[in-house]
């Protein structure tokens, strides 16, 4: 069973930034993705970033350049280094493990991106 808890969340002006992470407890893979999502209020889930354990990355358009995902495979976390935040970033955001197809998710936290 694996277990994900999400911490960093919170309420940051627009420009600013904020850091999330990531713990996963139980049995990680080295084949698994690990990566965060994101769902605003009346929108789907979407991917913002993953990462496999060899460091290769994907973003969602819409962060590239302002966003930086990373992972520490010795402690099975996940981070994500969020920079010059803007009001279309509010949302709850997922961790997420993606085991060859199988999902795994964590509750979420929330980042308000608000004056």
């Known amino acids: 069973q694996v277990q994900l808890v999400e911490s960093g969340g919170g309420l940051v002006q627009p420009g600013g930034s904020l850091r999330l992470s990531c713990a996963a407890s139980g049995i990680i893979f080295s084949s698994d993705v690990m990566g965060w999502y994101r769902q605003a209020p009346g929108k789907e889930r979407e991917l913002v970033a993953r990462i496999s354990s060899g460091g290769s990355t994907n973003y969602a358009d819409s962060v590239k350049g302002r966003f930086i995902i990373s992972r520490d495979n010795a402690k099975n976390t996940v981070y994500l280094q969020m920079n010059s935040l803007q009001s279309g970033d509010t949302a709850v955001y997922y961790c997420?493990?993606?085991?060859?197809?199988?999902?795994?998710w964590g509750k979420g936290t929330l980042v308000t991106v608000s004056l």
């Open positions: 997420n493990i993606d085991r060859q197809g199988l999902h795994y």
